[in-house]
């Protein structure tokens, strides 16, 4: 893509992540649905927001695959269309359906938020992928400030007592949002079902020896002039999408990527076209039955080479014990800290309720102060270089740790101005050491499977949260209040620090306390970088040969003859 191209797509990116964060009323939800909806605090907090965990859970299963398989740009948009959903049934919906479904919507577009962090990746060039995720986290942040500041700004101010007018401003910061995701550009490929091709070679190329009558004759000279010019003027090679067809110069053996061969003297210009057109997406309703089969069992092959491509790399990420360990950590922490973030109103609502005097709720002034912490958090990560691959577990425990502690203490407190200034401090933790995390995870991937292991990471952060909610939130579980939720979650803190403090202690013991602090600190080279593309060269190499291997079998078992006319000829 051209360079403007692609600063323009940035650009564009960057301002719908702005104005879909834009939403000034999200830190006070909790006293406009007590308020303003007049719903009770056993409604909201056993009943209604429970949902989003389970909606969030539900939707995040299919829209991993569907953003890939449809490109990016169709899942912003859906995502930005949930959101106007959910704020729709804020101003004008009533009652505690309308609300329950409201949650399910934003369950839906918070689990389509993975499009956002991955459509940029498939518009720009690899060397262009760290400033890019750069300017669309800046992007998340400030749009996420600036709700904060609005929100608390209008509040203190009295200039809306109901929180409504802070749900009309967030409708319409979405509606700008939705207007610029329609001049996103589309994208041409995605990791698994659309990949890259260089001269249209799709990168899971298969060689299968050629059948017996495919032999060299001076005879088809002609046969083979009128396959180039076919093959010319339709324009295969450089039309992205379509079956990459070559003919092998010595014989008249017609031969495409996903094994399918066929003699060119005994198959008729239109035949050769058709083939050819395979992958290009056309409509098929217009072929005949015969090749119409043909067209879809090929592309159930290379539908199958996909998932097989998936799965592949999903084991492969996962052999890694260091990646695991990390991983872990970042599916637990996760869970805990979206539980926190999802309930955390509740338990200021108890401490302090809105009904009392508007004047004290300082809710989005906390979120635009902690999101503004963990951003400086982050920052000073990058010129901090010590070695987290020997220290990490460490720092996790005894962070994970302090973490219980700030928990439970914000359960056991009744003055809001200590469990705010509590709650800061947990969230620029968790920023501080999921940087960290995401920074060893991806030290060991390639940008092709960052999606892949975040996406399989949210998951399970995502059931957990589902069951945890079941049993400590959901009115059918526990159905606890919020104060006593947050000694639980406290307690679930201090299980996950003990865990990862021991494992670091008999590490560190068995390396040695003295060795490993020698090498505390390290100097990040480039060669690093160097080593993890070609340990993923490598694994590339094998991956394509077992899914060569699996093709050619699935060949020579179902089919190595192709129909060339209507009279059901067949060449073996």
Not at 228 to 253: F, P, R, W
Not at 434 to 451: C, D, K, M, P, V
């Amino acid at each position: 893509m051209a360079n403007e191209s692609w600063v323009l797509a940035t650009v564009l990116l960057c301002l719908y992540g702005f104005f879909k964060e834009m939403r000034p009323s999200e830190p006070f939800l909790t006293p406009y649905l007590r308020n303003y909806k007049n719903l009770t605090a056993e409604e909201v907090d056993n009943e209604i927001y429970p949902i989003w965990t389970y909606s969030y859970l539900f939707a995040l299963v299919f829209v991993f695959l569907l953003t890939d398989f449809l490109r990016y740009k169709p899942v912003i948009i859906v995502e930005v269309l949930t959101y106007l959903a959910t704020w729709s049934l804020l101003i004008w919906g009533n009652g505690l359906q309308a609300m329950l479904l409201m949650q399910f919507f934003y369950g839906l577009a918070t689990a389509t938020e993975i499009a956002y962090y991955s459509y940029i990746y498939a518009i720009v060039s690899p060397q262009q992928y760290r400033k890019v995720t750069s300017y669309t986290r800046t992007a998340i942040l400030t749009g996420d400030f600036t709700a904060g500041v609005l929100g608390q700004i209008l509040v203190s101010s009295h200039i809306t007592t109901t929180y409504f007018l802070l749900n009309v401003i967030s409708f319409v910061s979405l509606c700008v949002a939705f207007v610029i995701s329609i001049f996103l550009p589309p994208t041409k490929k995605s990791v698994y079902f659309h990949r890259d091709s260089v001269s249209g070679i799709d990168s899971h190329h298969v060689s299968l020896p050629p059948p017996p009558q495919c032999q060299k004759s001076d005879e088809n000279t002609a046969a083979k002039d009128e396959f180039k010019d076919v093959m010319a003027n339709e324009d295969i090679t450089s039309t992205e999408g379509e079956l990459y067809i070559h003919q092998n110069s010595d014989t008249n053996c017609v031969q495409d990527d996903y094994g399918s061969i066929w003699d060119s003297t005994q198959s008729s210009q239109e035949d050769l076209v058709i083939r050819t057109n395979t992958y290009a997406d056309d409509n098929i309703e217009n072929q005949s039955p015969k090749r119409k089969r043909r067209i879809i069992k090929v592309q159930c092959t290379s539908c199958k080479g996909n998932f097989q491509s998936l799965l592949t790399d999903f084991k492969s990420c996962y052999s890694s014990s260091h990646l695991l360990k990390w991983s872990l950590w970042w599916a637990f922490a996760t869970c805990g800290y979206f539980q926190i973030g999802n309930y955390v109103q509740n338990l200021w609502d108890l401490i302090e309720p809105s009904t009392s005097d508007d004047s004290r709720i300082y809710n989005g002034a906390v979120d635009a102060v902690s999101t503004l912490s963990g951003a400086f958090a982050t920052f000073i990560l990058a010129f901090i270089k010590f070695n987290w691959t020997i220290f990490g577990e460490l720092t996790l425990g005894i962070v994970s740790t302090l973490d219980a502690v700030i928990l439970c203490a914000m359960g056991f407190s009744s003055n809001i101005w200590l469990s705010y200034a509590f709650y800061i401090l947990f969230r620029s933790s968790y920023q501080l050491l999921i940087t960290i995390a995401t920074f060893q995870i991806a030290s060991h991937l390639t940008t092709e499977r960052y999606a892949l292991v975040f996406g399989c990471n949210s998951f399970v952060a995502l059931a957990l949260q589902s069951l945890l909610t079941l049993i400590v939130v959901d009115k059918h579980g526990l159905n606890l209040p919020a104060d006593v939720q947050f000694c639980i979650y406290g307690g679930y803190y201090f299980v996950i620090g003990t865990i990862f403090m021991a494992k670091a202690v008999y590490t560190l013991s068995k390396s040695g306390w003295i060795i490993s602090c020698q090498q505390r600190w390290v100097t990040y080279k480039d060669e690093d970088a160097d080593s993890v593309e070609e340990k993923y060269l490598q694994e590339e190499m094998e991956k394509n040969h077992t899914i060569q291997s699996d093709i050619e079998e699935e060949a020579s078992l179902v089919e190595r003859r192709v129909c060339v006319n209507d009279d059901n000829e067949c060449v073996h």
